[in-house]
């Protein structure tokens, strides 16, 4: 019997909690697979190189990130697509010895599998699967091997795009990207919009399909249905959505996007949700993050634990740039060797005329992974302009940057929104310049206008033993519900003109 779930069995009984988020801060769309006795996780990253980190862990407490996918242009050509599209939802599947991670690339190269007997090290250049007209792609496999991919039918090319055609489904051919036919209408949920995120199982003698359902906003679940054969039909769950947060006072809200592994104790499923904060719980600053919770099995259907909030503690980056950069580094449409280099330890960035506005700026930055934390960054800024931000995209980013001269470093701290820009300036002595961009929650007492934001920025700077606060802004415009953005926070050094240097970036959880 194939399965893609390493045959899930009743559970025999639950042991101690899952840390919760799984993997804090931009790391939405998850998908899992167990393989060779470990779990691996892959994750969506849009606009972002390298492309579909993935994570691996032997408990499900403990994960580490082992590489990404996408490590070559070639693989996901991004390089101009429009924010908000780029590298979509993808599954991660194994099968005879090989790893298979399916993806759609919007405005990319489409819907391309990917292969590689180690997740850890280099992957395909893909297969293209140039007639799928759809995103989310799933796989898996038949008992005589034939491989189906299902789909969520959205056209995103020729005169019907934007068009929704529910869950979809193809047999193919994994060599040479051919539809070995006209795509099949499968269940497409219990009447919630945008069905989305297929998955299918083989489970004892039913199969199952497991989507999304209800938008990936405070509507979002995961429904199920089964049926004898891969090609359906389906019979749909006594309780769909099976799991969901919708409207209940849940910390984790947004839950859904799910994919199912035996874990180590029974059944577990991995999905996406947010953190949101402030006074009416309205914005989620850290965007969507992977969580999971147990699934237990009642009359051949599964039965979901809500979400719980267990988040890690402590969490601390100090990163010297003696060494080269590992995989957690990110940049925007170019990857991170493109637009720096490693210098007698610093980490030199040089200007090419962008900046945070723009598409490709001169920018290298980690996940933003707790919503209050303190970040810095060391900056020879005496032949440029440079700094640390924080970034949603184009539109939504602050920052605080240095510009030096034998007089002083120039100061200056900038909140961009759509349509609105504010700065603030101050002189410090010459010499390296200490950086520093800290968030925190709201403070205080009450229920009043200071109380609704998610968090607030504060943007300072110190050099020659002297400080300056700059700012203290309001967060909530870097959120997954205002900026729109479906990515998440990204701190990062960037430069706009001349060449700067970073001999160091630290990052850490604050007390909240």
């Not at 489904?169 to 297929?198: C, I, K, N, Y």
């Not at 389906?234 to 209940?248: I, K, V």
């Not at 940049?331 to 490709?360: C, K, M, Q």
């Not at 200071?450 to 700012?471: P, R």
Request: glycine letters at 12%; hydrophobic letters at 40%; a negative charge.
């Amino acid at each position: 019997m194939s399965s893609n779930i390493g045959g899930i069995s009743e559970p025999g009984g639950f042991g101690a909690p899952f840390l919760n988020p799984v993997l804090p801060g931009f790391n939405p769309d998850p998908s899992v697979v167990a393989a060779n006795g470990a779990y691996y996780i892959v994750t969506s990253t849009f606009e972002y190189l390298p492309g579909l980190p993935v994570y691996r862990s032997t408990d499900f407490l403990s994960w580490e990130r082992v590489g990404n996918v996408g490590t070559r242009a070639a693989q996901l050509a991004v390089g101009d697509v429009p924010t908000g599209l780029g590298v979509w939802a993808p599954t991660i599947r194994f099968r005879n010895g090989l790893f298979y991670v399916i993806v759609t690339i919007p405005a990319g190269r489409g819907c391309v599998v990917f292969t590689t007997s180690d997740p850890a090290g280099q992957w395909s250049d893909g297969v293209v699967f140039p007639d799928l007209n759809g995103i989310d792609p799933d796989l898996a496999w038949d008992d005589d091997g034939t491989a189906y991919v299902t789909f969520s039918g959205l056209i995103l090319s020729g005169d019907d795009t934007g068009k929704h055609l529910g869950i979809q489904q193809v047999r193919v051919d994994l060599d040479t990207g051919e539809l070995l036919e006209e795509p099949r209408s499968l269940w497409s949920g219990s009447g919630s919009m945008f069905p989305e995120a297929p998955h299918l199982y083989h489970r004892g003698e039913y199969w199952y399909l497991v989507i999304a359902e209800g938008g990936t906003e405070r509507g979002h679940g995961v429904s199920i249905a089964r049926g004898d054969s891969p090609e359906g039909p389906f019979t749909p769950g006594p309780a769909n959505p099976f799991l969901t947060a919708r409207s209940t006072i849940r910390p984790i809200q947004n839950t859904g996007h799910g994919d199912l592994v035996e874990g180590p104790d029974g059944t577990l499923i991995v999905l996406l949700g947010v953190r949101p904060g402030g006074g009416t719980r309205a914005f989620s600053p850290l965007g969507r993050e992977t969580f999971v919770t147990r699934v237990s099995w009642v009359d051949g259907w599964p039965v979901a634990e809500p979400v719980h909030l267990a988040p890690h503690s402590g969490l601390v980056e100090d990163i010297s740039f003696d060494e080269p950069l590992d995989a957690g580094w990110m940049s925007i449409r170019r990857y991170p060797a493109e637009v720096s280099s490693l210098v007698d330890g610093n980490l030199v960035l040089t200007a090419d005329g962008s900046t945070l506005d723009d598409s490709h700026p001169v920018f290298v930055g980690r996940r933003q992974l707790a919503v209050a934390s303190q970040a810095s960054t060391v900056v020879d800024a005496s032949t440029g302009t440079g700094g640390l931000a924080v970034r949603y995209d184009e539109q939504a980013h602050f920052e605080i940057e240095a510009t030096g001269g034998v007089d002083g470093n120039h100061i200056v701290a900038r909140a961009s929104i759509p349509s609105f820009r504010q700065e603030w300036k101050a002189e410090l002595p010459a010499g390296p310049v200490t950086l520093h961009l800290d968030t925190a929650l709201p403070a205080g007492e009450g229920f009043g206008p200071a109380m609704m934001t998610s968090d607030y920025i504060t943007l300072w700077a110190e050099a020659g033993g002297e400080s300056v606060v700059l700012a203290t802004v309001d967060g909530r415009s870097l959120s997954a519900e205002t900026a729109a953005s479906f990515t998440g926070r990204v701190l990062g050094l960037y430069a706009t003109a001349g060449t700067v240097a970073f001999s160091s970036y630290h990052f850490a959880e604050a007390a909240q």
